[in-house]
């Protein structure tokens, strides 16, 4: 069985880029244009300063519709242990990078 491989984006809120991020890439990896496609790459996302269970914003989920794609998830606070499962982490800023790479030392 193929490892799982975590594609983990991060932005400050989690409401807006890395949900936006986040939902392009499902949608990319569910079409088939690129490899890796269901049991073998999760893609997620998570914000340095989220609130869990906040609502992704509405002008995110609109610029998502426009390009055809839905997307129902909420924000959730990025911890040490999400970074440590993701086999990449792609953040938005390189300020994300840095406070990022400071919660696993």
């Not at 984006?9 to 496609?37: D, Q």
Request: hydrophobic share 40%.
């Amino acid at each position: 069985m193929p490892r799982v491989q975590t594609v983990l984006f991060v932005c400050t809120g989690n409401t807006c880029r890395s949900p936006m991020a986040e939902a392009i890439a499902r949608m990319v990896l569910e079409s088939g244009k690129v490899p890796g496609r269901g049991r073998e790459v999760f893609v997620a996302s998570a914000g340095l300063a989220a609130w869990d269970g906040s609502p992704v914003s509405g002008e995110t989920l609109e610029s998502l519709k426009k390009l055809g794609i839905s997307f129902d998830g909420h924000s959730k606070r990025l911890t040490p242990e999400m970074i440590r499962k993701a086999s990449v982490v792609l953040t938005m800023t390189r300020a994300h990078m840095v406070s990022a790479r400071s919660l696993v030392g």
